[in-house]
């Protein structure tokens, strides 16, 4: 009878949450009718640190909350502000391409800006300083065409403004 070779432990994952995020999220819990109810917040904490929400995290928030990390992996890619796979960059720009900033040129400011910067909404610089993406609306319409910079809505947009605006990616 062959001796059996015993079974490797596992490696020891790096956690993604700190002690800090976890005492966020515990912090939520009496705020909502139920753990599945800070999925939402909890992904934003995650997100906002590490500026994308890798699998580990999702793992370690569906623990923390008692839920499946499908559960959670669900709710991660029912909206398209998540990043999962990379960090965006340090100014997340969101050229608005609804109605109204269509109509006012929006997405000929969408392809000026991806001409200037070399990136495809959706993409990243090298140096992690800009990601260019596109919203769907961004309720600014009396201000079309806009844009989201980071916190800061862009309202008005021109190519002008649009060049002032990305000599401040750093």
């Known amino acids: 009878m062959a001796t059996e070779e015993p079974?490797?432990?596992?490696?020891?994952?790096?956690?993604?949450?700190?002690?800090?995020?976890?005492?966020?999220?515990?912090?939520l819990l009496p705020r909502y009718p139920?753990?599945?109810?800070v999925t939402l917040p909890a992904l934003h904490i995650v997100h906002e640190r590490w500026r994308h929400v890798p699998r580990q995290a999702v793992v370690e928030i569906a623990e923390l909350l008692g839920l499946a990390p499908s559960q959670v992996q669900d709710t991660l890619t029912f909206y398209g502000f998540f990043q999962q796979d990379a960090p965006h960059g340090r100014l997340r720009l969101w050229v608005?391409?609804?109605?109204?900033?269509?109509?006012?040129?929006?997405?000929?400011?969408?392809?000026?800006?991806?001409?200037?910067t070399g990136l495809?909404?959706?993409e990243t610089s090298a140096d992690g300083a800009l990601t260019v993406?596109?919203?769907?609306?961004?309720?600014?319409?009396?201000?079309?065409?806009?844009?989201?910079?980071?916190t800061t809505l862009h309202t008005c947009l021109t190519k002008e403004k649009l060049d002032e605006l990305l000599k401040t990616v750093t």
Do not use: K, N, W
């Not at 079974?7 to 976890?22: G, Y």
């Not at 139920?34 to 109810?37: I, V």
């Open 120 to 122: 495809r909404p959706g």
């Open 34 to 37: 139920s753990p599945q109810a």
């Open 96 to 116: 608005c391409r609804s109605i109204s900033c269509h109509l006012r040129g929006a997405d000929a400011l969408l392809a000026y800006l991806c001409e200037r």
């Open 7 to 27: 079974i490797p432990a596992m490696a020891t994952v790096d956690r993604m949450l700190t002690d800090e995020m976890v005492a966020e999220i515990r912090a």
């Open 133 to 150: 993406e596109f919203a769907e609306c961004l309720g600014a319409c009396e201000h079309a065409p806009c844009a989201l910079g980071g």
